[in-house]
């Protein structure tokens, strides 16, 4: 399921405070004939075994910044929820 899913690119935006932009988000889903919106994005992080996370990010990070590898998926999953309370919130205005 997450194959397609790279963790790191959401991190790696989330963590520049870079707002996420749905339309390429959805375009690069559109190579695996998916579409995609926060919750389940929620999801596939939760899924993601720890070491996938880690065989993912390890690929990226120098070897003084991978500790920070147990702690990206807490991070991660809280910048997730806030992006979904924030675009909850937009809808209903």
Do not use: A, C
């Not at 790191?8 to 998916?34: A, G, P, Q, T």
């Amino acid at each position: 399921m997450y194959d397609y899913f790279k963790q790191f690119d959401i991190w790696f935006l989330l963590s520049k405070k870079i707002e996420i932009d749905w339309n390429l988000v959805n375009l690069k889903m559109s190579l695996y004939n998916r579409k995609t919106d926060i919750k389940e994005i929620i999801n596939m992080v939760k899924e993601i075994p720890d070491q996938e996370i880690k065989k993912d990010l390890t690929k990226f990070l120098p070897l003084n910044h991978r500790s920070i590898i147990k702690e990206i998926r807490v991070w991660l999953m809280e910048k997730l929820e806030k992006l979904g309370e924030k675009g909850t919130d937009e809808r209903n205005k």
